[in-house]
């Protein structure tokens, strides 16, 4: 019979919550920037069918926002909950990025309702001035978020002493070895994420023979924006590897199967591991990991026969960290195409087949988002706070995280339901084709 563990309960529910609660936080951050991008070009082209878009996109919006309030509570709950060790510890040095975020929440939240309910109330530059608040809280919630997790990577800024923090530096808490790669990372991925996901939907609008113009253009300002964003994320992501090998290098190793430290180590990708360590049928990238970690394909990298066996991450990370960087490369490709054919007018980018790929893009990305978590989370382990504090050492002891395991299950079912089939009905009742239709016959909104 299974034994009960409350740490293996603690991570599960964590686990759970995150992965939840990641999927509207990712599109809390990056759509209010689609929104302002699209108001704007309205703006700027004297265009409404861009100013619709930021209109019904907000609307959106909203839900995700109300849903992300509830699973990001649940989450800073738990964390106190089923963490009580390490709050003890790493709470005065976490608190003040957790009350900076709670506050930039608060800071976006005003100014969406100001937004929403300012439509045609005010010149339309004056309206779009709105919005930049929001764009501004939603990244600086995220940003402040990110910096409680890279403290828990590269903790510094207190002294430890007798298994208390004090003497606290909170400048220098934030603004750690790993704040600037992760920032950046999560602000620009959930970006990519958010504008992917609304060319899926422009995309398969396409798909069931709605060819208004309206598509088209909400199509080609999300893909470019994509694509923008997209290599922006390539460009960190070689930078939080050179992070990596410098601060934690048994998180790179065990990403890439890199056991005995090596120069010009190969990159691999996919392949199976057997017991005795031994790569099978992957593939194998010469000088790539020398590079990315030193930017030097002659560089040494550490590998994991280094390090102590119980401070090396579990090696199934290793597919996480693939499956990241795939459909990284994916979800770069697919806008550089469809927008090389449109420029250069040699086939048509609204063929059924590229708008597939465009739609099988958008829950593509939002797994981008999700496996990169995965990676960064469970790479840190066995620490909750690196150097400091074991993950078991953190946990509660409760004898009932199982059950409250189990509530959270039906609670994020009946959520995700909820919010799926809010959302649907909302732009079912109220379908583009009646907004445009009035934008055509009366110059305006309804």
């Given at each position: 019979m299974f034994e009960y563990d409350p740490v293996i309960y603690s991570r599960a529910l964590m686990t759970l919550t995150f992965v939840f609660h990641i999927i509207f936080a990712t599109v809390g951050v990056g759509v209010p920037v689609m929104i302002a991008l699209a108001e704007w070009t309205g703006i700027r082209r004297n265009d409404p069918h861009y100013t619709l878009m930021a209109r019904r996109w907000t609307r959106g919006y909203v839900i995700s926002v109300a849903v992300g309030v509830v699973t990001g509570t649940a989450l800073g709950l738990q964390i106190n909950l089923l963490w009580p060790n390490f709050m003890r510890i790493a709470g005065q040095a976490i608190g003040l990025p957790m009350f900076l975020e709670i506050f930039a929440f608060f800071f976006e939240a005003i100014f969406l309702g100001i937004y929403m309910y300012t439509w045609g109330r005010f010149k339309p530059i004056v309206h779009f001035l709105f919005i930049i608040p929001v764009v501004i809280g939603a990244s600086a919630s995220a940003l402040f978020i990110t910096l409680v997790n890279s403290f828990m990577n590269a903790p510094q800024g207190f002294e430890f002493v007798n298994g208390i923090i004090g003497n606290v530096e909170p400048l220098s808490i934030m603004f750690n070895p790993a704040s600037s790669t992760k920032v950046s990372h999560v602000l620009v991925s959930a970006y990519l994420t958010s504008a992917f996901i609304l060319a899926a939907i422009a995309a398969y609008a396409l798909l069931r023979g709605k060819n208004h113009i309206y598509y088209k253009k909400a199509l080609k300002m999300t893909l470019f924006a994509a694509l923008v964003f997209a290599f922006s994320t390539f460009l960190i992501g070689d930078l939080s590897g050179k992070y990596l090998s410098k601060y934690q290098p048994e998180k790179l190793a065990a990403g890439e199967w890199h056991f005995d430290t090596s120069r010009q180590a190969p990159l691999i990708v996919g392949g199976i591991l057997t017991d005795n360590?031994?790569?099978?049928?992957?593939?194998?990238?010469?000088?790539?990991?020398?590079?990315?970690?030193?930017?030097?394909?002659?560089?040494?990298?550490?590998?994991?026969?280094?390090?102590?066996a119980d401070e090396i991450p579990p090696l199934w990370i290793h597919y996480t960290f693939d499956a990241m960087v795939v459909i990284g490369m994916y979800l770069t490709l697919i806008p550089l195409l469809f927008l090389l054919v449109y420029l250069l007018r040699k086939g048509n980018p609204y063929s059924k087949l590229m708008l597939w790929a465009i739609v099988v893009g958008g829950p593509l990305a939002m797994f981008?988002?999700?496996?990169?978590?995965?990676y960064a989370e469970v790479?840190?382990?066995?620490?909750?706070?690196r150097g400091y504090m074991k993950t078991p050492e953190g946990a509660t002891t409760s004898e009932h995280v199982d059950v409250l395991f189990y509530v959270f299950v039906v609670l994020y079912a009946v959520l995700g339901i909820t919010c799926i089939r809010v959302i649907t009905k909302m732009f079912k009742s109220n379908p583009t084709e009646d907004e445009l239709e009035a934008i055509e016959s009366e110059g305006g909104f309804k």
């Amino acid at each position: 019979m299974f034994e009960y563990d409350p740490v293996i309960y603690s991570r599960a529910l964590m686990t759970l919550t995150f992965v939840f609660h990641i999927i509207f936080a990712t599109v809390g951050v990056g759509v209010p920037v689609m929104i302002a991008l699209a108001e704007w070009t309205g703006i700027r082209r004297n265009d409404p069918h861009y100013t619709l878009m930021a209109r019904r996109w907000t609307r959106g919006y909203v839900i995700s926002v109300a849903v992300g309030v509830v699973t990001g509570t649940a989450l800073g709950l738990q964390i106190n909950l089923l963490w009580p060790n390490f709050m003890r510890i790493a709470g005065q040095a976490i608190g003040l990025p957790m009350f900076l975020e709670i506050f930039a929440f608060f800071f976006e939240a005003i100014f969406l309702g100001i937004y929403m309910y300012t439509w045609g109330r005010f010149k339309p530059i004056v309206h779009f001035l709105f919005i930049i608040p929001v764009v501004i809280g939603a990244s600086a919630s995220a940003l402040f978020i990110t910096l409680v997790n890279s403290f828990m990577n590269a903790p510094q800024g207190f002294e430890f002493v007798n298994g208390i923090i004090g003497n606290v530096e909170p400048l220098s808490i934030m603004f750690n070895p790993a704040s600037s790669t992760k920032v950046s990372h999560v602000l620009v991925s959930a970006y990519l994420t958010s504008a992917f996901i609304l060319a899926a939907i422009a995309a398969y609008a396409l798909l069931r023979g709605k060819n208004h113009i309206y598509y088209k253009k909400a199509l080609k300002m999300t893909l470019f924006a994509a694509l923008v964003f997209a290599f922006s994320t390539f460009l960190i992501g070689d930078l939080s590897g050179k992070y990596l090998s410098k601060y934690q290098p048994e998180k790179l190793a065990a990403g890439e199967w890199h056991f005995d430290t090596s120069r010009q180590a190969p990159l691999i990708v996919g392949g199976i591991l057997t017991d005795n360590n031994e790569i099978k049928y992957a593939l194998k990238l010469p000088f790539a990991l020398s590079v990315l970690a030193h930017g030097n394909p002659n560089a040494e990298v550490l590998g994991l026969n280094d390090f102590p066996a119980d401070e090396i991450p579990p090696l199934w990370i290793h597919y996480t960290f693939d499956a990241m960087v795939v459909i990284g490369m994916y979800l770069t490709l697919i806008p550089l195409l469809f927008l090389l054919v449109y420029l250069l007018r040699k086939g048509n980018p609204y063929s059924k087949l590229m708008l597939w790929a465009i739609v099988v893009g958008g829950p593509l990305a939002m797994f981008a988002i999700e496996y990169g978590w995965i990676y960064a989370e469970v790479g840190r382990q066995p620490w909750i706070l690196r150097g400091y504090m074991k993950t078991p050492e953190g946990a509660t002891t409760s004898e009932h995280v199982d059950v409250l395991f189990y509530v959270f299950v039906v609670l994020y079912a009946v959520l995700g339901i909820t919010c799926i089939r809010v959302i649907t009905k909302m732009f079912k009742s109220n379908p583009t084709e009646d907004e445009l239709e009035a934008i055509e016959s009366e110059g305006g909104f309804k």
